[in-house]
């Protein structure tokens, strides 16, 4: 994850010793290693949080406040159901919407991008040049090219074959190898990776797109246990118009 994404997320993020660190903070966290100005911001806030958990920690409500609120809350008048009444009409509205956002979100969790493909795109883009070399050949030669340096299941998918390639190299994130080529008639790169360490749960041939920022989009498949990554510099449209083909 790109220090940038990895600050928006840790503003949001209020640190809790005793709960579970989501798997979207986790990833933010590994960025900090890649800006020694978000981790003294992060170990800045971190100091905070626990400070007012060290204050509020023994902190106890009165008795008499107690007492009040329980008061007030007997005192209220028992309303009567009406199904007319505004304010049954707007909870039962506001339920209504709930239950659709619910299922919005349960239903849609497996169509979105996974995360997983998210941090492999990023650790892409944030590679050193030095780590790929010019190559000038069709892209569906290049499964030879990759076998000779020790990676083997290369493929292209069908839309870019006969495409050119200026550079490649076989990058490792997480102690797993990524072959990358760039296609400068795309202003796109490809990777071509594993799935089996990564949890990406897509049906094979299945494409998911996504805007990571504002100068990049990218776009994961993945098919007989191989991943399919292009990076685009543009919006998601103009991946999925590379995906259909009609770039070139």
């Not at 941090?119 to 944030?126: M, N, P, Q, T, Y």
Request: charged residues 25%; hydrophobic residues 45%; contains cysteine.
């Amino acid at each position: 994850m790109r220090p940038a994404s990895a600050r928006r997320i840790l503003t949001c993020h209020v640190d809790d010793p005793n709960g579970d660190v989501p798997t979207l903070m986790q990833s933010a966290l590994k960025a900090l290693r890649k800006s020694p100005e978000l981790q003294a911001e992060y170990e800045k806030q971190s100091r905070i949080d626990a400070s007012l958990r060290t204050a509020f920690k023994d902190a106890e409500v009165p008795d008499d406040a107690l007492s009040g609120f329980a008061a007030q809350v007997v005192a209220i008048p028992t309303r009567h159901f009406n199904p007319r009444d505004p304010a049954i009409i707007s909870v039962i509205i506001g339920f209504v919407l709930l239950i659709f956002v619910l299922t919005w979100d349960f239903l849609g969790r497996p169509a979105s991008f996974p995360p997983d493909g998210l941090e492999v795109a990023e650790a892409i883009l944030d590679a050193e040049n030095s780590a790929f070399q010019p190559v000038s050949v069709p892209a569906e030669e290049l499964e030879d090219w990759f076998v000779l340096k020790g990676f083997d299941g290369f493929k292209t998918p069908p839309f870019l074959l006969g495409g050119k390639v200026d550079s490649a190299g076989i990058l490792e994130f997480e102690k797993q190898p990524l072959a990358v080529v760039g296609l400068p008639a795309l202003n796109a790169q490809l990777a071509v990776f594993s799935a089996a360490p990564w949890n990406i749960v897509i049906p094979d041939g299945e494409w998911r797109t996504a805007q990571i920022d504002p100068e990049y989009a990218i776009a994961l498949s993945r098919e007989k246990g191989m991943c399919f990554l292009v990076i685009f510099q543009g919006t998601e449209a103009g991946v999925r118009t590379i995906l259909k083909g009609d770039a070139r």
